[in-house]
């Protein structure tokens, strides 16, 4: 039989445990500290953060973790220990689509950490103005989810944009209902972001059928207004609930249970390969016989996985499109160099968007 360890003994073991933790988190952040004066020294005068770098961490953190902890709560402590490490070195400062208590804003913290100096802006078209023109060192914005599929609005911008995407972080969507009542009875109007209305259209026709529906600019403004009228309600996280002050009338209202949105992060940096990256590039083929043919050939030629492919309108001639693909690995990577190279001969238009580590969480 296992012998009980009284209270007082286990306290005094996790109180000393709790200054080797303090003692060690502060080496590391003297070490930061060294860095960033290396590379000060030897001339650098950009941001330092390193996507790339800090995937390879994280990703050997999970590597490396016993338990009991989960990899995922692992990931997260080291996440916000690198990025309060990061913030010694130089202030990061991050566009997201505001306002507070987006979703956007929620996989800012989550691949930044909550030492970043986080920026709301109100589209996506601004969070690509804001770092295009140096206000801030990288934007995060939405891309895809897992029910409703692209988000034009950011897929569109890539078209005349010089920016890159230096990373991706996914977040499981949870929609809530929230509002000034205890109930679903009185409310006249709901509010929400278009892509969150269609994620919980079934819901809402069995629910509140007939009650009207409005798309806003961002579920936190669905919050906001919602906050100022005690027959509105809102489809929102539960950050945006507690920003608000809103009850929760109903939780996990979407209808599919695996809602995840993939966001990407832009900037001007170029990461290196990793080992477990992914390249973005976008294609113009022209008008002609066997042009996704050709996009799927020149893949198919040297064994290049392609995860995802989506097509837009390239407003420069009739029934002429361009292609939004992501493939595995990185353009460094001898196969995938070579891939991108006969594709290049046999399309119009090869944009690389940018090569990044995965998602590590």
């Known amino acids: 039989m296992t012998a009980i360890i009284p209270l007082s003994e286990l306290r005094e073991t996790i109180d000393g445990i709790d200054r080797q933790i303090l003692q060690l988190i502060n080496q590391r952040a003297q070490c930061a500290i060294e860095v960033a004066r290396t590379k000060q020294a030897e001339g650098e005068t950009g941001s330092f953060y390193r996507p790339d770098r800090e995937a390879q961490v994280l990703r050997r953190i999970k590597e490396l973790n016993p338990g009991p902890l989960g990899d995922d709560t692992a990931v997260h402590l080291f996440r916000e220990v690198m990025s309060a490490c990061l913030a010694l070195e130089k202030p990061l400062e991050v566009a997201f689509l505001g306002p507070q208590g987006t979703f956007t804003q929620q996989a800012t913290f989550k691949h930044f950490g909550h030492a970043v100096k986080d920026i709301p802006v109100a589209t996506i078209h601004e969070i690509f103005q804001s770092v295009e023109t140096g206000h801030c060192q990288f934007g995060v914005v939405p891309v895809e989810n897992s029910t409703e599929g692209v988000i034009a609005h950011t897929l569109d911008r890539f ?23 205890d109930t679903l009875h009185g409310i006249s109007e709901v509010y929400s972001h278009q892509q969150s209305l269609a994620q919980c259209r079934q819901w809402l026709n069995t629910y509140l059928p007939g009650v009207p529906c409005t798309a806003v600019s961002s579920n936190a403004e669905a919050a906001r207004l919602a906050s100022l009228d005690h027959g509105k309600a809102a489809i929102a996280g539960l950050t945006a609930a507690e920003l608000y002050e809103l009850n929760i009338i109903e939780k996990n209202i979407e209808d599919e249970a695996n809602n995840t949105t993939r966001f990407i992060v832009i900037g001007r940096q170029q990461p290196v390969s990793t080992g477990a990256d992914k390249t973005s590039i976008l294609v113009s083929t022209g008008n002609q016989p066997g042009a996704l043919h050709k996009i799927l050939g020149s893949f198919a030629e040297y064994g290049i996985s392609m995860t995802h492919i989506e097509s837009r309108p390239s407003r420069q001639g009739l029934w002429d499109y361009v292609f939004f693909i992501d493939i595995d690995g990185h353009r460094d990577d001898s196969d995938v160099g070579k891939a991108l190279e006969t594709l290049k001969r046999n399309v119009k238009m090869l944009k690389i968007l940018g090569s990044y580590p995965k998602a590590v969480i």
């Open 159 to 181: 078209m005349d944009s010089p920016l890159e995407i230096c990373g991706e972080v996914e977040i499981r969507v949870h929609q809530n209902l929230l509002g000034k009542m």
